[in-house]
Structures are given as C-alpha cells and as structure tokens.
C-alpha cells in the first residue's frame, strides 16, 4: 500500500479539486482530508458519515468550587493570564493553553484536569472506499496531532483491507500540520501556479520535502494563464531533482464541477479534466517505480492503472 500526500505550500492552487480528481479516477483507495483547520474536501466527494468521534487536542483545567479557597495562587502563577481575578476566579478555554501549572501549584487540590474537546473527526464511506476527515473547533488548535491521528486510523483500515493507495489532501504551508500529513509518505505531489508567490512557496515546501527525504514530483495548475513564468518554474523544479508532472490548464469548467459538489472528472470531459486523467497515470507510474514489495504488490499498483475511470 502506498501514500501519496498532495501539498501546495499555499492555499488556492487547486490542491483540493486534484485530490477530489484522484479520488474519483482511483477504483479502490483511502482518502484522507488532512486539512483539517479548513476541511472542505468532503464539499466535492458524494459520502455518507459512518461514525464520528470527538477529539481531545490538550487539557482544560477545571476549578471544584467546593475546594477553592479563593487564595489566588492560580492567579498568579498562570503565564498566559487565561485565569481572571474574580471571586472565584474563573478560567478562560480560550486563552488557556493547558500547561497544568494551576494544577500543580494550587495549595488546596482545587483545579483538575479534564481532556479538552478540539473538534470531531469522521469515518465516512464513498463510493471507492472509505474517507477520514474532520473539523477543528473554533481557535481550537493541535491540528497536527489531529493530522496524524486521522493518518493513522487510515493506516489501520488499509491493513484491514485491500486499497492499494491512500490519498492525502495536506493541509497548505509548510507548518506543523503539513509535517504532520507527510512525515513517512511515499510521495508527494507538489500543486502550485504560475505566479510570483507560487514560486516561492514552492522552493519552501521543496526544501521541507528534502529534509525530510520524500521524493517530490510538481504539478502547475492553470499553467496557460503564464506560461513563461510556468516554463521557468519548471525548470528550477527540475534542477531540484523534482519529478515534472503534466500541468493543468485554466478550465472553467472546474468552477461548475465546485459549485455541483463534484470532481471534474466526473462532469467534464474538457481540456482540464483531460490533463487531471494523464497527471493520475503519471503519479501512479512514479509510485510503481517505488514500489519495492513483492508481485504481489506490483499486480495491484497496476490493477488501479488499469481500472482508471474514464
């Protein structure tokens, strides 16, 4: 079973109508939408919610009123001031960033610690597998924890049954959510556009995909708005040892297939959808060149080539 994470270095390049293309091409995979501080994959990708599950990013301490002595140690000691001088004092979740020293230094045991509820994740089924995804809680935060959380319950369902593939649609930037999305990948595909700030998110995000050893391989989304500067970024990928992938050009069909709730695979037939059709052959060419287990494992990587739908 392979990984294949899809990243841009930015929000906007159209990394999520990609990963919504791949979902549909792929006849068997596991999706995953590990954008989780703004999901929206599960906009364009027809599901239906399995399970849900509620997600503890920390701790928030909680005050038993019963033992506070309202000395206002607590008060005192607390560095982000998320604890107010009031009579009692009362603590504030959203400034709280549930460090537990109230808990530890008050002198009358009056604070605990309770698993604090960042958001909910979901186990949903499609209709070429299952897909994890989630929603963080407003200036909630954690969301690489969360980010791997969601990889590694994917992990367990592909050992569970037989997808060859998981997709990833990563988080933008090149933080900690998107270390967490492509920590231990087989391959990246990198999403950008041919602009001043796409170049250099670009060359950010390779330089984090480098340390981290995981090949990378780029796609230009809208390519034909500027091709010269599409052509220089290209080669510059390349002479970074990045795999150069077809690139996608301006479609406006893609803006209808979004507002239908649909991949443009499914809806169009048209120049983008095309090129979306070649850049999922490419990619998956890439990662049976990887592939280093048995025939086994070769013969299915192949299989999902074969079934590609049209």
Same mark, same amino acid.
């Given at each position: 079973?392979?990984?294949?994470?899809? @990243?841009?270095?930015?929000?906007?390049?159209?990394?999520?109508?990609?990963? $919504?293309?791949?979902?549909?091409?792929?006849?068997?995979?596991?999706?995953?939408?590990?954008?989780?501080?703004?999901?929206?994959?599960?906009?364009?990708?027809?599901?239906?919610?399995?399970?849900?599950?509620?997600?503890?990013?920390?701790?928030?301490?909680?005050?038993?009123?019963?033992?506070?002595?309202?000395?206002?140690?607590?008060?005192?000691?607390?560095?982000?001031? $998320?604890?107010?001088? =009031?009579?009692?004092?009362?603590?504030?979740?959203?400034?709280?960033?549930?460090?537990?020293?109230?808990?530890?230094?008050?002198?009358?045991?009056?604070?605990?610690?309770?698993?604090?509820?960042?958001?909910?994740?979901?186990?949903?089924?499609?209709?070429?597998?299952?897909?994890?995804?989630?929603?963080?809680?407003?200036?909630?935060?954690?969301?690489?924890?969360?980010?791997?959380?969601?990889?590694?319950?994917?992990?367990?369902?592909?050992?569970?049954?037989?997808?060859?593939?998981?997709?990833?649609?990563?988080?933008?930037?090149?933080?900690?959510?998107?270390?967490?999305?492509? =920590?231990?990948?087989?391959?990246?595909?990198?999403?950008?556009?041919?602009?001043?700030?796409?170049?250099?998110?670009?060359?950010?995000?390779?330089?984090?995909?480098?340390?981290?050893?995981?090949?990378?391989?780029?796609?230009?989304?809208?390519?034909?708005?500027?091709?010269?500067? $599409?052509?220089?970024?290209?080669?510059?990928?390349?002479?970074?040892?990045?795999?150069?992938?077809?690139?996608?050009?301006?479609?406006?069909?893609? =803006?209808?297939?979004?507002?239908?709730?649909?991949?443009?695979?499914?809806?169009?037939?048209?120049?983008?959808?095309?090129?979306?059709?070649?850049?999922?052959?490419?990619?998956?060419? @890439?990662?049976?060149?990887?592939?280093?287990?048995?025939?086994?494992?070769?013969?299915?990587?192949?299989?999902?080539?074969?079934? =590609?739908?049209?």
């Amino acid at each position: 079973m392979k990984e294949l994470v899809i @990243l841009s270095g930015k929000g906007g390049t159209g990394k999520t109508s990609i990963s $919504a293309a791949f979902a549909h091409l792929a006849p068997s995979r596991i999706l995953v939408d590990a954008d989780v501080d703004a999901a929206n994959l599960h906009l364009v990708v027809p599901h239906k919610v399995f399970s849900s599950e509620a997600f503890s990013g920390g701790i928030l301490p909680e005050l038993d009123l019963t033992l506070c002595t309202d000395c206002g140690t607590c008060v005192g000691i607390c560095a982000f001031h $998320a604890i107010k001088d =009031t009579h009692p004092p009362e603590i504030d979740p959203v400034y709280c960033e549930g460090c537990g020293i109230c808990h530890d230094f008050c002198p009358a045991g009056a604070i605990g610690l309770k698993p604090r509820i960042s958001g909910t994740w979901f186990h949903s089924s499609t209709a070429e597998g299952p897909m994890l995804h989630a929603r963080l809680g407003i200036a909630e935060e954690n969301s690489g924890k969360l980010v791997s959380m969601l990889r590694k319950r994917a992990g367990e369902l592909g050992r569970q049954g037989e997808y060859p593939i998981i997709l990833v649609d990563g988080p933008p930037g090149i933080g900690c959510p998107v270390i967490a999305s492509l =920590t231990g990948a087989d391959l990246v595909l990198m999403v950008t556009e041919p602009t001043l700030s796409g170049r250099h998110d670009m060359l950010r995000l390779a330089k984090l995909c480098a340390r981290m050893r995981i090949p990378v391989c780029l796609t230009l989304n809208k390519w034909d708005l500027n091709p010269e500067m $599409a052509h220089a970024m290209e080669e510059e990928a390349r002479s970074r040892g990045m795999e150069i992938l077809s690139s996608i050009p301006f479609d406006t069909e893609m =803006t209808k297939a979004m507002a239908a709730g649909r991949s443009l695979t499914e809806v169009s037939s048209g120049p983008a959808s095309q090129a979306l059709m070649q850049l999922w052959q490419e990619v998956l060419s @890439l990662l049976e060149k990887q592939q280093k287990s048995s025939d086994g494992g070769l013969l299915i990587m192949e299989s999902l080539k074969q079934e =590609t739908i049209p």
